[in-house]
């Protein structure tokens, strides 16, 4: 028996989260005292096999079927193929991709799928702590299934190569898809930015309420663009209009996890936070020295934002 | 076009969110409650559909009697109907909620004619299971796909196009109806109530129905805050004459050039 790793990719290039995935599937497999395993699905997958085997997979196994990414076809070659392998638990990263296939292939299977993980105790039941309110609470919870099938948050823990890298064998698996199976696949793409994004920017310059309008962020803009970042808000930006959704931080919006998050005017309510602690260092700026931002940060710096930025930028 | 949103009642959380002694619930005392912003959006989704291509939109929740209010928001905003599941809890898991969920679509589409388009929240906002929409969707044999954040109708009203964010754009499904998705907040910009919507929200009927769902396998035990790594916030300064603390800072996390 082994523990299954969903690889997330797109068109062949593998998606970072994976690689946590590989890192959680490992310290429930050590408890089991089992190998970790991979699956990748799609032909463009193919060239994975070395970096599944770095990140501790001693097979691993490819469907390569044709097309490209969709819900139901991916969903339904892991319930395929679940059977065959037979595994003692099957992991994904919590992504959109992520949560939404492996939710596909649970309700295939007639079987339960426990959405962004952080911890598991791996025996006869597992016993599972999970996220609940998108990080404000931890659930713990009791999993009875024949086949365990979990999703680890995203961010929840480091992407970290296995210390004994595997060559990996690798085996493919022709799956027979229903015809119904492709009608979710990607049919087009639209490409609106080559860039720097907020998921991926190295520091992000957030704004909220207290940057008051739409042209206040011209101040956040300009700081962005001197530091080589990209400018965030939060929801209270977005409810006024200020921002487009795309920018917002936080549990209904995007979660980041750059070197340095610039909090600006942002009160830090747990909603916006759970959005942002994945960054590796916090500096909020705010006029109210006891707000949640300024307690929960590492650097703060209590004043103006219209003040401070400015003059950060002049150097 | 006949559209249905499913919604989650779920306290209205502050700035903090505080458990229950016995952790078994969020403390909602003295909280009023709300539903996901997902599905805020989810609703105005419906009711522009039904205004873009005429026909009718229907909400549907299941947990206590309580979420008679959500029922009632959803018509202040434009929803015509409305089906309430009474399990007099907030508790049941992802795989009990769908298939009571499934079984009250089947009996809605039985009476009323079947759903061109079945709309979930990406994920609720309480228990994020990240499934209920998916498990009903298969369940029902629709097609499904979840994060949109944009959809259109084709001219013959065959197929419903609808466009998931990603990183560096946007991917396309095109979708044969009917089907479902998951939308997430920012898909739409959700109305206030009208003056009429409100009085609509009064004179609602809400269908109340029960379930004899069995559980599934997931089972809560208890909440818990996230332990937290509580470091001494470092005061780089006041004002403007904070600048070059913050300067050096930049300089030594290796962020300044
Ligand atoms: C289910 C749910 C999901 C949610 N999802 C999200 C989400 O994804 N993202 C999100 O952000 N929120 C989310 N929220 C909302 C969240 O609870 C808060 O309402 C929101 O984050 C507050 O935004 P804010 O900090 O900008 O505003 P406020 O709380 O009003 O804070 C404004 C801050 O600006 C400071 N300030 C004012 N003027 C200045 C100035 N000139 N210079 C410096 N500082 C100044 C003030 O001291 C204050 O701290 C969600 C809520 C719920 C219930
Ligand atoms: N109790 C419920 N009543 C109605 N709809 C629900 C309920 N629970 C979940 N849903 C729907 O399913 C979506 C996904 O929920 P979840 O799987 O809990 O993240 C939500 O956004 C709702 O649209």
Not at chain 1, 182 to 191: A, E, G, K, N
Not at chain 1, 273 to 294: F, Q, S
């Amino acid at each position: 028996m082994s523990v299954l790793v969903v690889v997330e990719h797109d068109r062949g290039a593998m998606a970072d989260a994976s690689l946590e995935a590989f890192v959680f599937a490992r310290s429930i497999a050590d408890q089991l005292g089992e190998p970790v395993e991979a699956l990748l699905i799609g032909a463009d997958a193919a060239g994975l096999a070395d970096v599944c085997a770095a990140h501790g997979a001693v097979a691993v196994h490819h469907a390569p079927i044709a097309g490209d990414y969709g819900p139901e076809a991916y969903g339904m070659v892991i319930a395929s193929l679940a059977p065959v392998l037979s595994p003692s638990g099957i992991v994904a990263c919590g992504t959109d991709r992520g949560n939404e296939v492996l939710a596909h292939a649970a309700a295939e299977l007639d079987l339960p799928f426990v959405a962004n993980c952080v911890a598991v105790t791996a025996a006869d039941e597992w016993e599972l702590t999970r996220v609940q309110w998108g990080g404000s609470l931890n659930e713990e919870a009791r999993l009875t299934s024949t086949l365990p099938i979990v999703s680890v948050a995203h961010h929840a823990v480091d992407a970290e190569e296995a210390s004994a890298g595997a060559t990996a064998n690798v085996m493919e698996h022709i799956v027979e898809l229903p015809e119904w199976a492709s009608r979710s696949l990607i049919q087009d793409r639209v490409v609106l930015s080559e860039g720097l994004t907020l998921a991926t920017a190295p520091i992000v310059v957030g704004g909220g309420r207290g940057v008051g309008s739409a042209e206040g962020f011209d101040v956040l803009e300009a700081l962005a663009a001197k530091l080589g970042g990209v400018v965030g808000c939060s929801r209270a930006v977005t409810n006024n209009g200020w921002r487009p959704h795309s920018d917002q931080v936080g549990q209904t919006g995007t979660r980041i996890a750059p070197q340095l998050y610039i909090a600006c005017g942002i009160s830090g309510a747990i909603q916006h936070w759970v959005g942002a602690k994945a960054a590796k260092k916090i500096l909020a700026i705010n006029t109210d020295p006891a707000a949640n931002m300024v307690v929960k940060a590492d650097y703060a710096v209590i004043g103006d934002l219209f003040e401070v930025l400015p003059a950060i930028e002049q150097g | 076009m006949r559209v249905l949103v499913c919604v989650k009642r779920v306290p209205a959380p502050g700035a903090k969110i505080n458990i229950t002694d016995d952790g078994q619930a969020v403390d909602a005392t003295n909280l009023g409650h709300t539903m996901s912003p997902h599905e805020e959006c989810a609703l105005e989704l419906a009711v522009q559909l039904v205004e873009a291509h005429g026909g009718e939109s229907h909400v549907l929740t299941l947990g206590v009697a309580e979420a008679d209010e959500q029922c009632r928001w959803a018509a202040s905003i434009g929803v015509t109907k409305a089906t309430l599941v009474d399990v007099g809890t907030m508790g049941w898991d992802p795989q009990r909620t769908a298939t009571a969920l499934t079984d009250a679509i089947r009996s809605i589409e039985e009476a009323d004619g079947p759903f061109d388009v079945i709309i979930f929240g990406n994920e609720s906002a309480d228990t994020g299971g990240f499934q209920v929409g998916i498990r009903t969707a298969r369940a029902l044999d629709r097609p499904m796909v979840n994060a949109i954040k944009g959809v259109s109708i084709s001219d013959d009203g065959a197929t419903l196009e609808a466009q998931r964010e990603i990183d560096s754009g946007m991917e396309v499904y095109r979708l044969p109806m009917p089907c479902a998705i998951g939308v997430k907040e920012g898909i739409t910009w959700p109305r206030y109530p009208t003056m009429r919507g409100r009085l609509a929200s009064k004179k609602l009927a809400v269908d109340v129905a029960g379930s004899d769902a069995a559980p599934g396998g997931q089972t809560m035990v208890r909440l818990n805050r996230p332990e937290e790594t509580v470091s001494e916030t470092v005061i780089l300064g006041e004002g403007a004459a904070a600048a070059p603390a913050v300067v050096e800072l930049l300089k030594e996390l290796g962020l300044w050039s």
